[in-house]
């Protein structure tokens, strides 16, 4: 099983980046997928979430409406595109795959905003 992130790096405030997450190893289209991050100092937090068929999203308060949760299911692929981003959405994003009793993370990528 195998989750890798990817799209995180530097960016300035108000800038846009689009994190992707590759996943093998299991059947991608039975998984409920997250995204979580983890801040300097604090816990990890949940950031958005989609379900397995239909796509529902659900979105933390602090990332609503700039931050937007999709999943290719033919490709194996979960995406975070995130808008407007802050100082406060600097941290290490780390992809999740859910199926109790099964649970899944990638190694994280890396978005800094600073500028």
């Known amino acids: 099983v195998q989750l890798v992130e990817s799209g995180g790096g530097l960016v300035q405030p108000g800038g846009s980046l689009r994190l992707s997450c590759a996943a093998s190893g299991f059947t991608f289209s039975s998984y409920l997928m997250r995204w979580y991050r983890q801040a300097p100092g604090k816990e990890r937090e949940l950031v958005a979430a989609i379900t397995e ?24 692929t979960l995406y975070l595109q995130m808008n407007g981003l802050e100082l406060e959405d600097t941290a290490v994003y780390y992809c ?15 978005v800094t905003v600073s500028s």
């Open 53 to 76: 068929i239909y796509g529902t999203t659900t979105y933390a308060d602090s990332v609503k409406g700039r931050f937007t949760i999709s999943r290719d299911n033919a490709q194996n």
């Open 96 to 110: 999740n795959a859910r199926r109790l009793p099964y649970v899944y993370w990638g190694q994280g990528t890396q």
